[in-house]
């Protein structure tokens, strides 16, 4: 099981990169790691994923460094719309997603 | 194409009612999901079905909660002899072929307080 330990919120302006690093230091040999994220009042929505090394899509990218103990999000140039709540989850193995708190990220104008 | 629907979208019911909540997959999904979310806080999971058969049910909080799923496709969350503390949001995901790790499409979810 992939523990994983994301910052508690995060703010920051229009334009800017943001940077949300996660924490999954007894990551598994198997395991993936996903992120999704939570507008207010919707349901969670897949964002990315990725095993090492970087994953780039249309929305982000995912940076896993070759120990994989860690991983980081990074949204290029936030607009406000991209408030919301970002999910670090690690794979358990398990058909079923396990969620943390996730990061509270709060954009400015 | 349609995405995942839940119904309804709010509820409210008073202590000790029992309540029944709705969702309909995307269409050819073979896994569903239940997980239930508090305020300000993550996702739980209660509950998983691939087809009509739920071979992990090792969330549901009591024996007060049940769903079944019927034709491969729309699912029923009941709670029964609902209580206060059953307040929260009630999200359905489903997915393709059920296997670790494969993505999740979440619906918008039921809003239920019970008073």
């Known amino acids: 099981l992939a523990k994983t330990t994301q910052p508690i919120s995060m703010d920051s302006y229009e334009g800017q990169e943001v940077n949300i690093t996660c924490s999954h230091n007894?990551?598994?040999?198997?395991?993936?790691i996903t992120w999704y994220q939570q507008f207010p009042s919707q349901g969670p929505r897949f964002i990315i994923q990725?095993?090492?090394t970087k994953v780039t899509n249309e929305v982000a990218s995912l940076f896993i460094p070759a120990d994989r103990k860690s991983s980081t999000l990074s949204l290029p140039r936030v607009s406000l719309s991209d408030t919301a709540v970002y999910y670090c989850?690690?794979?358990?193995?398990?058909?079923?997603?396990?969620f943390g708190s996730g990061t509270r990220l709060q954009v400015q104008p | 194409g349609a995405g995942v629907s839940q119904s309804p979208s709010n509820k409210v019911t008073e202590k000790g009612k029992d309540v029944e909540l709705r969702c309909d997959p995307i269409?050819?999904?073979?896994?569903l999901y239940w997980y239930r979310q508090r305020l300000g806080q993550g996702l739980e999971f209660l509950i998983y079905?691939?087809?009509?058969?739920?071979?992990?049910k090792s969330g549901l909080p009591s024996d007060r909660f049940s769903a079944e799923r019927t034709g491969e496709s729309v699912s029923t969350l009941t709670i029964q002899r609902t209580q206060q503390e059953d307040s929260a949001v009630y999200l359905c995901?489903?997915?393709?072929?059920?296997?670790?790790?494969?993505?999740?499409?979440f619906g918008p979810g039921t809003r239920l307080l019970v008073l």
């Open positions: 269409s050819g999904h073979t896994a």
């Open positions: 989850l690690g794979d358990t193995g398990r058909r079923a997603l396990t």
């Open positions: 995901a489903s997915s393709l072929v059920g296997t670790s790790g494969e993505t999740q499409y």
């Open positions: 079905f691939q087809g009509n058969s739920a071979p992990d």
């Open positions: 990725g095993y090492k």
């Open positions: 007894n990551i598994a040999t198997n395991d993936y």
